[in-house]
């Protein structure tokens, strides 16, 4: 099959509110206000579990299925980072969903990318 099928967004978000990202009831409103934000109807709850096995790894990694794929967000605690990726065969604006990740997080910095599937 030729041609584009969706929408792949990864970024990376750097120097972040420790205790927003630490908290999973932050990180579940997050993830419900980036839905909305970029009108991604939600598929059931988001599933979230808090590990690690090396301290820069430790933190919550997260999922929620949307109708047109899932977002995927990993949380390394000591090194304050976050690592989010938006797959969905319906189109968003990807600059604006980094701007919001970022802004919500209160990233000081962050890089990005943007594939077509």
Same mark, same amino acid.
């Given at each position: 099959?030729?041609?584009?099928?969706?929408?792949?967004?990864?970024?990376?978000?750097?120097?972040?509110?420790?205790?927003?990202?630490?908290?999973?009831?932050?990180?579940?409103?997050?993830?419900?206000?980036?839905? &909305?934000?970029?009108?991604? +109807?939600?598929?059931? /709850? @988001?599933? *979230?579990?808090? %590990?690690?096995?090396?301290?820069?790894?430790?933190?919550?990694?997260?999922?929620?299925?949307?109708?047109?794929?899932?977002?995927?967000?990993?949380?390394?605690?000591?090194?304050?980072?976050?690592?989010? &990726?938006?797959?969905?065969? +319906?189109?968003?604006? /990807? @600059?604006? *969903?980094?701007? %919001?990740?970022?802004?919500?997080?209160?990233?000081?910095?962050?890089?990005?990318?943007?594939?077509?599937?």
């Amino acid at each position: 099959m030729k041609g584009d099928f969706g929408l792949s967004l990864h970024m990376n978000l750097f120097v972040c509110n420790h205790e927003k990202m630490c908290d999973i009831e932050q990180i579940r409103t997050w993830m419900i206000e980036l839905c &909305d934000f970029i009108d991604m +109807k939600r598929h059931g /709850d @988001m599933i *979230a579990e808090r %590990f690690g096995t090396e301290p820069h790894l430790y933190g919550y990694s997260v999922m929620q299925l949307i109708e047109t794929s899932c977002i995927t967000a990993h949380f390394s605690e000591q090194m304050d980072s976050c690592y989010i &990726d938006v797959f969905s065969c +319906k189109d968003f604006d /990807d @600059m604006e *969903a980094v701007k %919001f990740c970022a802004d919500y997080f209160e990233a000081k910095d962050y890089t990005y990318k943007t594939l077509f599937r």
